[in-house]
């Protein structure tokens, strides 16, 4: 008898790619919820201290909601969202950036343990902040 390891642990990755620099911000966590959608928006606040951030993003449910406003009313006019249109993940640069993580990382992989893939997976973004100019070619953008 094979063993079967029952229910998949399911961790999420959010993120932002900076269109213009093609730096990266991922947080991986068990859920994808607006908590920890608030919690990237923060984190991109905090990484860019001055100046206004532009959100593009599609419209999805846990985008909207009080958590995700409060963010928004404490960075006071810095962080402006813009919703795309429904059903078009080809205007959303990160999403050209997931599939090309999906093939380097996790396409035909199997990991030991959870902790291992999010390893390889915070890993993969690491090595790719290092060469933005390949996130840059990757999404589509050219350098500044």
Request: proline share 6%; aromatic share 10%; with cysteine.
């Amino acid at each position: 008898m094979i063993p079967t390891p029952g229910q998949p642990k399911r961790h999420y990755g959010l993120g932002a790619v900076n269109y213009h620099t093609g730096e990266t911000v991922v947080i991986i966590r068990k859920r994808k919820r607006r908590l920890e959608v608030a919690e990237l928006l923060q984190a991109l606040v905090e990484k860019h201290p001055t100046g206004t951030l532009y959100v593009a993003w599609d419209n999805a449910s846990t985008h909207q909601d009080d958590e995700v406003e409060a963010v928004v009313r404490a960075a006071a006019g810095r962080l402006v969202l813009l919703y795309l249109p429904t059903y078009s993940p080809w205007l959303n640069p990160i999403e050209m950036l997931w599939r090309h993580f999906r093939r380097e990382v996790t396409h035909c992989e199997l990991f030991e343990t959870v902790k291992v893939l999010i390893e390889a997976s915070y890993d993969f973004f690491r090595r790719y902040n290092q060469t933005p100019e390949m996130v840059l070619s990757i999404i589509g953008a050219h350098s500044s």
